[in-house]
């Protein structure tokens, strides 16, 4: 494979990852204002707890696709997973783009807005494991890290053009009530028309040489819960390093729209000014934290992830609570962020290289997203059931406990950057310059 097919794979990878995340977290973003139209009238707080509650049902369906995803691209291959992925994740964002309320047809308008949640709980589900095996397989072995880290350079990247597509309706676009009462569906009509776009791509990309040489194998040795069940202690580690790291994304980039709105007090254009601007520079940091990681290797980085967060996670979200400026709230916001990078940036690749080419995606995938499951999709729902029952600093002391979890199997775990197994798949020694 020449460099420019490399490169230009990666690319079309990286672009693909980015509609899905866009179309999944414009969800979250554009949820204070579509609330009201799936939902019966009521306060802020209960429609919020309502499409939280959706937004978790969402992530229920996320270890069937990690699950069926990861067979499928352990199976027949990682463009063949990524192209279906980013089909299901199309038909979802139509749907809840044309999807009536709950004033048209009662009952059903949430029934639609959960089936189409499913749907794109599935495609997710399965995007992060192929997504992180591909861009890890298809890295060189002495940049895997930087490259990788793309993953969540796009991620993050679709939430930030979900957050700033509702900063230009909201002040440049489109009034509140406008908002309220059909705006919100723009957001998901581009999320299908770019998912669109992503499928024609994906369809340029190489196959990775890990698959290739797994493929040669034997076929029994592929894509089954048996085989990935040969593996217990991967399978936890990949739990296990998980469990905070998933709570600690989700609490610092989903979550502080509704806190700062709801908890401090903010307007919801200042509270999406403020996590748009600490998500742009977030993003800006994966790439450098993931380039580290292929110097000093990747547990390093986990533990001063699982050290910060356990140290000054209950400090940052009070000072989140009590920030009274944009530019307070912001350093907050932006201070938990610095820390959550020690995992997000590299969590991809070490999950990857934990597992043999045969059961990778299936491997990365389905343990991943069971635990996203129960810890990232229930982290706003969580924070506001604390809130209503006015006990909303035991939230702080739950993410610091989870972290606390993650902090002790980083500490016990083997660092996967000098024990790869996708360089030993491919007989790369691990040498100070390819490990």
């Keep these: 494979m020449t460099p420019t097919q490399r490169l230009r794979s990666i690319f079309s990878g990286s672009v693909g990852n980015l509609v899905e995340w866009y179309d999944w977290y414009a969800y979250s973003a554009f949820a204070i204002y579509f609330a009201p139209h799936f939902f019966p009238k009521g306060d802020t707080t209960a429609q919020l707890l309502d499409t939280a509650a959706v937004f978790a049902v969402g992530f229920l369906m996320r270890p069937v696709g990690g699950w069926l995803m990861g067979l499928y691209a352990d199976r027949h291959g990682r463009k063949a997973a990524l192209m279906l992925s980013v089909l299901l994740m199309c038909a979802g964002s139509l749907l809840i783009a044309v999807a009536p309320g709950f004033e048209s047809i009662g009952v059903a308008a949430p029934a639609l807005l959960v089936f ?15 997504s992180a095996t591909y861009l890890s397989e298809m890295a060189q072995s002495k940049h895997r890290g930087f490259w990788s880290s793309f993953q969540y350079v796009t991620l993050v990247m679709g939430q930030l053009l979900a957050l700033a597509l509702l900063v230009l309706l909201q002040r440049a676009l489109l009034t509140e009530e406008q ?3 059909w705006g919100w569906r723009i957001p998901f009509v581009v999320g299908a028309l770019c998912a669109v776009t992503a499928l024609w791509l994906r369809r340029g990309m190489q196959e990775t040489e890990s698959f290739a040489v797994a493929r040669t194998r034997d076929n029994k040795q592929r894509g089954s819960l048996r085989v990935l069940m040969q593996h217990p202690r991967e399978v936890l580690t990949v739990i296990g390093l998980t469990m905070g790291g998933t709570l600690s994304f989700y609490t610092f980039t989903t979550y502080p729209q509704k806190f700062l709105v709801n908890t401090g007090g903010f307007s919801k254009a200042d509270a999406t000014l403020i996590s748009a601007a600490s998500l742009f520079v977030f993003m800006l940091l994966q790439p450098l934290v993931g380039a580290l990681s292929d110097r000093t290797g990747r547990r390093p980085i986990l533990i001063a992830f699982g050290v910060l967060g356990t140290l000054f996670t209950y400090t940052i979200l009070s000072g989140i609570a009590a920030s009274r400026t944009v530019t307070d709230a912001f350093v907050w916001v932006m201070s938990g962020l610095l820390i959550v990078s020690g995992y997000t940036s590299i969590n991809a690749v070490v999950k990857a290289e934990l597992f043999p080419a045969h059961i990778r ?13 129960v810890f990232g999709g229930t982290a706003e729902y969580i924070a506001l059931w604390f809130k209503q029952i006015g006990h909303e600093s035991w939230f702080y002391v739950y993410v610091t406990a989870c972290v606390a979890v993650s ?12 024990h790869s197994r996708i360089d030993r798949d491919l007989d790369i ?6 490990a």
């Design 116 to 130: 189409a949640r499913l749907l794109q709980g599935l495609s997710v589900g399965g995007e992060y494991g192929t």
């Design 407 to 418: 902090l002790c199997v980083y500490a016990l775990m083997r660092d996967t950057k000098a």
């Design 361 to 373: 995606a299936l491997g990365v995938g389905l343990p991943y997203a069971l635990t996203v499951s």
């Design 429 to 434: 020694p691990n040498t100070g310059e390819h």
């Design 179 to 181: 908002l309220h009462a």
